[in-house]
Every structure is written in C-alpha cells, then in structure tokens.
C-alpha cells in the first residue's frame, strides 16, 4: 500500500520510523512543509491551507491513505481535508487517555505547540478523559526549533525545559505526553528535568496500530533495532519517497539528514 505521512516538518519522521518498525513493508510518500514550519504559531486559516495543498499532492502520487503526522495540524485542519478527500485520513492527537489510563493518581504534564494547546479539540479531549482533573498544559514551541536544528541534547535544551518548568512541583508528575510529534527526539532530557521515573507517553506506536487496522495490514511485531548505515542502507531496507515543501528530495546530504533523524529516533525509541 502507498502511504503518505505530512508534517510541517521533521516532527512527523517519528511516526514514519514507527511505521519503518510495525508496517516495514509498505510504500512512504513523506512531505516535510519546512517552508511553512513551525505550524503551532500560525493561523488555523494558514494551517488548513497548506495541509490542502499537501493532501492533494500526495494524492496525486497515488496514496492510498494518508497519516497527519502533526497533532497542530490535526487539531485545526483534519475535519476540512477528511470532507475533502475520499481517502482514510489519520490525524493524531496528544495520548492523554493512555496516560490517565496507566496512571495511578498523581498529576500528568502535556506538552504541545500553542496552537494545539489553545485549540477546542485538547479541551473536549480532556473533558472526556480527564474527569479527575489531573492533566496540566504546556505550551512548548522552542522544541519545535531544536528539533529542526538536531539539536536533541545539551545545554540549551535542558535549559529551556528547565526554565518552562520552573514554577511547578516536578515530583509531582507521574507521566509526560508528547504532544507533538517533533517533541520526540529529547527523550532523554525529559528524564533528566522530570526525574528518571517519569514515564514518556507519545502517540506513535498506537497511530501506526491504527493505520494498520485500517489498511487490514499485518504488522510485524519484532523487536529488533533498526541502525541505519548509510543511505543506501536507507534506500535498500525501506520504500520512501521524501519530499521538502513539494520537492523530491535525491540529494545526498538531505537524505543522510533524513538519516541522522531516523537513527535518532531509533535511540530514543525505548526509553
Ligand atoms: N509536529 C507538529 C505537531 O505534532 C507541529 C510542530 C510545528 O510545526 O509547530 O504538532
């Protein structure tokens, strides 16, 4: 099957690598917007545009279903591109159900872009699952920017989160959902600001579950790693056609990028 994956940029690799993992054996077609990336500052007007656009390029590569690898997207554009367009469309939300679900008590942080945070989709969202008050929101757009620059650990990171929190009690959390497909690649810094108990809840693994049960596709539960090597390794293990706001991606250095991302994302994967 040909699968198309959007995101307004990197954040949304998270979901195809999870993908590389359950479903290894299908076609990717995934569109990264960089000229239009971050999303979770924009209007939803602009939003919903450049997600229109997106849809109806992929659908004319041929996609047999596409994945909103973007919780901001999502929140703003999904209903207008599902009336759209007649194929499945997949979009993606923070996993606060999981999270108040294998919680037992104390307090959940979501983290998300401010879009996805002020929009009307998180609030009915908690007011079905969060009947004990126990989530918190935060809005936070600077990972956006870390993750577009590969910067995923060090000194500025920790200071950013650091600083975002600085005013809350962090013992108290039992649980952070990643609310934004980007917020993936700093697994380990989390821990570091949260403590190491803090469990990490993000939505990939149950997006790619769903897909799967969609397409009436058989997903391949192995555990094993994927190391990439280089970027035939890429080009020989998996079927993906990458695309940066329109344009087909072939040259070297972008696909060793894309590479790097996806290596990453195998590290972060299990913590
Ligand atoms: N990756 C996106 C999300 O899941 C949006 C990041 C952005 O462009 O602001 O929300």
């Not at 940066?244 to 990453?264: A, C, P, Q, W």
Request: charged letters at 30%.
């Amino acid at each position: 099957m040909k699968i198309g994956i959007l995101d307004s940029g990197m954040g949304g690799l998270s979901v195809l690598h999870e993908a590389y993992h359950q479903l290894p054996n299908e076609e990717y077609f995934f569109y990264a917007d960089e000229e239009h990336v971050p999303y979770g500052t924009k209007t939803k007007e602009q939003i919903t545009e450049y997600v229109d656009a997106i849809t109806n390029f992929l659908i004319e590569k041929g996609i047999d279903a596409l994945v909103v690898a973007c919780n901001t997207a999502t929140s703003v554009a999904i209903e207008t591109i599902r009336q759209k367009y007649d194929i499945p469309i997949l979009g993606m939300e923070p996993a606060v159900k999981p999270a108040v679900e294998g919680t037992d008590g104390k307090r959940i942080m979501v983290i998300a872009t401010p879009v996805t945070v002020r929009e009307n989709k998180l609030k009915t969202l908690l007011s079905r699952v969060d009947g004990e008050h126990r989530v918190d929101i935060k809005a936070t757009p600077g990972l956006v920017t870390f993750a577009e620059e590969q910067i995923f650990e060090g000194e500025e990171v920790t200071r950013y989160l650091t600083e975002t929190f600085a005013d809350i009690d962090k013992s108290g959390y039992q649980a952070l959902v990643l609310g934004c497909t980007h917020f993936n690649y700093f697994k380990p810094v989390y821990k570091e600001v949260f403590g190491e108990d803090i469990l990490l809840i993000d939505g990939n693994e149950g997006t790619v579950r769903h897909l799967a049960d969609v397409l009436s596709l058989t997903r391949n539960c192995g555990v094993e790693k994927i190391e990439i090597q280089d970027i035939d390794d890429m080009k020989n293990r998996f079927h993906t056609t990458y695309f940066i706001s329109g344009k087909e991606v072939t040259d070297k250095k972008l696909l060793t990028k894309f590479m790097k991302y996806h290596n990453r994302l195998e590290f972060v994967r299990d913590i």
